[in-house]
């Protein structure tokens, strides 16, 4: 028994020190120096100077995109690879996204740049980040590279447009500030538009265990933030994090929740989301 | 679904087919000479800041109903200047299962509605609860479901049904009885929120009898806690701090 101690002491220092795939020291307080604030800011200076992004444009009311998240590279990218090349060649898809939790590690944001590069030749990728995109003290990284992590888009089509509002949930809460955006923004920019879809990598419910324990929101910032988007009438709400698929509807609101797309999946997945003038439809597509 | 029904049965059995105790384990002379019923008010004031809604003052009431050792029903409300209106109501059953062990069942039931956010809650959780004079240690499982007051036209009710883990840890320098005490408490259960299993409250917890030790009657207590974000994200940020000074007397 005298010995047990030193025993625990040991594993639990070589657990901490030798884990690259956990920022341990994040359960005390996060990884990135930055606070949600202050990411927000950077993503709206980013916004500003980069204002040309916030406009698609289709020839068609009818359209598709194509959703995925929680690719957790780590020295390969093959799924994101495939995604995003199936995407680009396919000209009914109108753009893709990435709903966080690219990498899992440090270094993977640059394989994960070069691979959306290297594959996206002239289509659209929309990316925002998760909460093991900070971890390692990458946040900066994922700015240089990515740019922003709160933004919104308009998809322009020849008699309506759609409105897409991308948010940086990585520390499980928006802030303040991100609030008060998303709320001028849902207030000023809603009703001018004829779908509002918000894009999140945490996911709002936890209908299931699987992924036990992955943080989400408080209860409080849930309550709030369902009601917003359940007052201002957003059409859908598409997350990742949890890696299993959920739908839930609450209130005139549809939550979708994405499976993961790691290399070690032997199941990945991504979505195609059909926006048509009636309904806004998904569908699961295999890897 | 088959983990959802599961609970959803194991909630039921435990409610209905275990009995009360009917001798109850008192390890301290001063809750045996508790009579019942009782029942004590509970008054706060509180100052509480949080990421995304910035610094509010708040009052808590909370009317406290022992008709036996076995059973507290709390009913009351809680009002806060950035417009969170919430009633709630809980009632927490307690089993003794061993008297050597101070070893209980604590079945808990909390109705939660905040008025201005168009949302209600009912959580219902089981733990297997460890008491005694220095520590109390709660660990066990929720099953809660939300929905809304108002249904928007042309929309269907819906009810999300959540599991978690539910638990209480408190520690005190001081035996129960004694005039003052300190003690630490790490938790997800509030009076009238048990909020989710990753959202853990970590609060310094003081209290001060102002009549005398032994005696319940009117009691001092203050509270400062802090809540993190995403302490499970492995990217835990601040999310909340409060202050709440507040008094329990007997009614």
Known sequence: MQYLKYFIFTTITLLVVSCDKYDLQGFFMSPSKERVNERFEQSVAYNLE?????????????????????????????????????????????????????????????????????????????????????????????????????????????????????????????????????????????????????????????????????????????????????????????????????????????????????????????????????????KKEAL | MKLKYTLLIFFTITSYFIAPAQEIVDYSDFFKQREYPKSLLYMKLGYEHTQINGSNINTEMVGIHTPAKWVDIYGGFHISTRNLYQVAARGDFKWWISETRNLALRNQYTYSAYANENLQNLNMSLMLVYDQEHLYAAFGGYAQFFTNFFIKENTQRSYVWEPGLAYDFRTRIFKKAHIWNLGLQITNIRHFLVERSYSPNFILNGNYRLCSENDDHLNLLIEAGFQPSGIFHIVANYYSFFFNVGITCNI
């Open chain 1, 50 to 282: 980069h204002q040309e992004d916030t406009l698609i444009t289709t020839n068609s009311d009818e359209y598709q995109f194509t959703t995925a998240a929680d690719f957790h590279i780590k020295t390969t990218a093959n799924n994101l690879s495939k995604y995003i090349k199936s995407t680009a060649n396919d000209p009914s898809i109108l753009f893709s996204s990435i709903l966080g939790d690219i990498t899992d590690q440090k270094g993977g944001l640059s394989i994960a740049f070069d691979s959306i590069n290297n594959n996206k030749a002239n289509s659209i990728v929309r990316i925002i980040a998760g909460n093991h995109d900070v971890y390692f003290d990458q946040w900066q990284e994922y700015c240089q590279l990515f740019g922003s992590s709160t933004y919104f888009f308009i998809v322009k089509t020849p008699n309506t447009s759609d409105l897409f509002i991308a948010l940086e949930t990585t520390t499980g809460s928006l802030g303040k500030l991100q609030k008060k955006w998303l709320e001028d923004i849902l207030m000023d920019k809603r009703n001018q538009h004829r779908y509002c879809i918000v894009l999140t990598h945490t996911n709002f419910f936890d209908t299931e265990l699987s992924q036990f324990p992955s943080g989400n929101f408080s209860l409080e910032e849930t309550a709030f933030l369902t009601n917003i988007f359940s007052k201002y009438d957003v059409n859908m709400v598409i997350n990742g994090h949890d890696h299993t698929y959920d739908y839930t509807e609450l209130n005139g609101v549809r939550y979708l929740t994405l499976e993961d797309a790691q290399d070690l999946d032997p199941e990945p997945t991504y979505f195609t989301i059909n926006v048509t003038n009636n309904e806004i439809t998904y």
